[in-house]
């Protein structure tokens, strides 16, 4: 597995900005960015010369477009062609991300909770959506720094609230990228997970990062089959995605899918391992009877399940760095902070065991000179009747003087029985 460093909302002269494609794309690699997603307001005339620019930078730029009304803004990225945006009224904007679906496109809400007008005109997200599973993510960190700012942890927690209810969508950070400026506050990058053997289609700069896993993923139960989406992507996604397939179309479909995490420091990823099968991000933990339907395991969700998280400090060297101290790395569920580990950095050569304080078991193994840092826990069974619906990893610890949330994992889901209590 491999994992993509991306900025997934930029502007040029095209629109807003101010720079040129050549400009934003060597910023970009400067930074350690394998990706960026260009999403000018209203326009996607700022592609000219993409790809003699991609050649320039070892980068790979995703087409996209900031839907940019009175109402929100919405990124759409990974379209064929120009989707009209004007036809958008605040009660039929499902029609609109239908419309991007239609071309092969994905949508997001862009810093739904920034103040809007006068300070920025339709800035903030006031379209009602009717059907949720449309939305393909939610940009929850918007800006530099963002994880301090109170728009991003609204954002955030709307997420959260709609993971809870059930529904199946990605977080992603987006800069809102304007300018060539320097700027001190920490950057955000969203990594996205391409499988490796496909990985290699198109050369896309020398900075990627391996998870270090040597498993293959499970793969199985992918929830993007719940979305609605473009025909010949879902194809080559059912046949594990041929070599054929760009980087491109790979990306957007791994983002589709919720194979992402958000960081500003370290890259956070976790495996979770149930009946015998091992779930990446993204992925669907089959309910007991579909399990034993499926595979002959038993009852998948209802084992004993334990995660592998991993911590490598080695991506983006040298473009970050965070203050010596414990970190904690929590568990998350619908069922709230399940796990709550103390994280030591820089952590000892030796592999060390300890209970955590939540009873969960703990084991840490560092690699490459303390560049990766592997944690097992086991995470505790529901208590009766509640079910869990979903998991992700978050880091906190502390940066700038502020105690935050480094970095966070998309959702690993649950099937669960339908009438069962949530929370
Ligand atoms: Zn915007
Ligand atoms: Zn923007």
């Not at 050649?55 to 730029?61: N, R």
């Not at 499988?195 to 289609?201: F, I």
Request: charged share 25%; glycine share 10%; with cysteine.
């Amino acid at each position: 597995m491999t994992w993509f460093a991306c900025e997934l909302h930029t502007h040029t002269l095209h629109s807003d900005g101010r720079q040129t494609l050549g400009e934003l794309a060597a910023g970009a690699a400067g930074l350690g960015f394998d990706v960026i997603a260009l999403t000018d307001h209203n326009t996607m005339s700022g592609l000219v010369g993409k790809e003699e620019i991609e050649q320039e930078h070892g980068l790979t730029i995703i087409p996209g477009m900031e839907w940019t009304t009175f109402y929100g803004h919405m990124v759409t990225i990974g379209l064929s062609e120009f989707a009209d945006w004007r036809q958008a009224g605040l009660d039929d904007i499902d029609q609109g991300i239908a419309e991007v679906h239609r071309l092969g496109g994905i949508a997001g809400l862009a810093h739904p909770f920034r103040i809007g007008s006068p300070a920025c005109t339709g800035c903030f997200w006031e379209y009602k959506i009717d059907d949720w599973n449309a939305v393909d993510y939610i940009e929850v960190w918007s800006g530099t720094f963002p994880s301090i700012q109170t728009n991003n942890r609204r954002a955030f927690d709307l997420w959260t609230d709609k993971l809870n209810e059930g529904y199946r969508i990605a977080a992603t950070s987006g800069r809102d990228w304007h300018e060539q400026k320097e700027t001190d506050e920490p950057i955000s990058v969203t990594y996205l997970e391409i499988d490796e053997e496909t990985a290699d289609g198109k050369k896309a700069g020398g900075s990627r990062t391996d998870s270090g896993s040597k498993e293959t993923p499970a793969g199985n139960g992918s929830c993007a089959a719940e979305k609605a989406r473009d025909t010949e992507s879902e194809k080559n996604a059912a046949d594990g995605f041929a070599a054929s397939v760009s980087l491109e179309d790979r990306l957007i479909q791994a983002l589709r899918e919720g194979r992402a995490s958000v960081t500003i420091g370290p890259l956070l990823t976790m495996k979770l391992n149930a009946g015998g099968e091992s779930y990446r991000i993204g992925s669907v933990v089959p309910a007991a009877g579909q399990a034993e339907e499926h595979s002959g395991t038993t009852a998948a969700a209802n084992e004993l399940i334990s995660v592998d998280l991993l911590l490598d400090f080695s991506v983006r060297a040298g473009l970050w760095s965070l203050p010596e101290q414990t970190f904690k790395l929590k568990l998350q569920s619908n069922l709230g902070e399940e796990l709550s580990l103390d994280v030591p950095v820089p952590v000892s050569a030796e592999a060390e065991e300890s209970a955590s304080d939540h009873g969960g078991h703990i084991k840490t193994e560092t690699q490459n000179q303390a560049q990766q840092m592997r944690l097992e826990a086991k995470l505790p069974h529901p208590t009766d009747k509640l079910s869990r619906k979903w998991l992700r990893a978050e880091l906190w610890g502390h940066m700038r003087g502020v105690y935050v949330r480094i970095a966070f994992t998309n959702a690993i889901y649950f099937e669960y029985e339908e009438g069962a209590t949530s929370r």
